[in-house]
């Protein structure tokens, strides 16, 4: 379907793809991840040659996108492009939106492409919005909007271009639905996407690319559950996990529970389980404070997709001692609070001082927001 052969490719003095090599077969879903400025974005863009490699060629279908006699514009017909931004047509209805490139291009006839529109937005489960302006819609439904208007142009591949980075998760929820119902029928996708969870669900083969190279390949399984080179490693590691340096009992306690959200949202932990990460960490501090000389300690927040289960992890430098049993109120309020939402609570010695680890109560993940 698309191969990739040598490809490379420069701004200025800047190696943004360097040699890039691989095959995307039909029914194929790839999903790349990696860091910011690693290439990824720029890989989708030349496959579709809206930006053109120096050196290499890509193949659709055998055909060479880059050949200087290649007819661009009948290749690129058959691949769907959806952006980050939706880039819909703002003086034009939803179906107006839908039929405008079939009718012009493809010289479907309106009523044609009118049946075929409305199909689509059932399927995007946008039925009842074909009349209305993309401006009335929320962010969550011109994306699904964008992505019935590349299926309508009947690509054989679908170019996603990190589709739900400027949507609030339960926006985020209603595309990623599509994009799965996309995958269940066999679509070809390439999608550049940060969310590791949609990923590793929804993805036959994942591409890690570091420095304008694919640096790690291999199932979801092999690459965001058990990668195997450092790089992956670290990123897949910082991805899962929130990191906090509080240097004193006068942190700033308004800037955490912002970037604790952030994260909470990322991986869709849902309201309750929000609420109990939140509440782990405030008694956890609480209690910790409360003791005297108790300055500096590392809050780590961490997700395994593999077992669904959030760990929120204290660790200071500070003589053997676990926080948790000796700052306790007299009346245990604090502790009762964590006994609630804690399965476990473990204490131990690191080579550098205390660890103490709240593993929350298992399936909260997946209850229902109360």
């Not at 044609?112 to 059932?122: M, N, Q």
Request: charged fraction near 25%.
């Amino acid at each position: 379907m698309i191969q990739l052969e040598g490809v490379c490719k420069r701004f200025g003095g800047d190696v943004v793809l360097d040699g890039i090599t691989e095959v995307v077969k039909r029914g194929e879903i790839v999903a790349l991840i990696g860091p910011s400025g690693s290439g990824k974005s720029t890989l989708l863009r030349c496959i579709n040659r809206l930006e053109t490699p120096e050196v290499g060629r890509i193949l659709i279908n055998g055909e060479d996108i880059l050949a200087p006699d290649a007819d661009v514009p009948r290749i690129r017909r058959k691949m769907g492009m959806v952006f980050q931004a939706y880039n819909l047509f703002p003086h034009l209805s939803v179906l107006q939106n839908i039929t405008l490139a079939p009718m012009k291009l493809l010289q479907r006839p309106r009523l044609d492409a009118e049946a075929r529109g409305r199909e689509l937005l059932r399927m995007v489960g946008l039925a009842d919005k074909e009349e209305r302006m993309p401006d009335e819609l929320s962010g969550g439904q011109q994306q699904r909007v964008a992505i019935a208007r590349c299926l309508a142009m009947e690509p054989a591949v679908m170019l996603l271009d990190e589709p739900t980075s400027a949507l609030d998760p339960t926006m985020t929820s209603e595309v990623l639905a599509s994009i799965r119902r996309l995958a269940a029928e066999g679509m070809t996708m390439v999608i550049v996407t940060h969310e590791l969870e949609f990923a590793r669900s929804v993805a036959s083969r994942v591409w890690f690319m570091s420095a304008g190279r694919i640096y790690e390949s291999g199932t979801a399984e092999e690459v965001i559950e058990r990668p195997s080179r450092e790089k992956t490693v670290a990123f897949i590691n910082r991805m899962l996990s929130f990191s906090y340096a509080i240097e004193s009992r006068d942190y700033d306690g308004f800037a955490l529970q912002a970037q604790l959200e952030t994260f909470c949202e990322q991986h869709f932990f849902g309201k309750q389980l929000t609420n109990h990460v939140h509440l782990a960490v405030e008694e956890g501090l609480a209690l910790y404070f409360s003791l005297p000389d108790h300055q500096r300690i590392e809050l780590r927040v961490s997700f395994s997709e593999r077992e669904g289960r959030v760990r929120v992890v204290f660790e200071d430098a500070n003589p053997p001692e676990d926080f948790l049993r000796s700052a306790q109120s007299e009346d245990g309020f604090e502790l009762a609070i964590l006994e609630s939402i804690v399965e476990e609570m473990e204490y131990g010695r690191t080579p550098t001082g205390n660890k103490l680890t709240l593993l929350l109560r298992s399936g909260l993940r997946n209850e229902a927001d109360a």
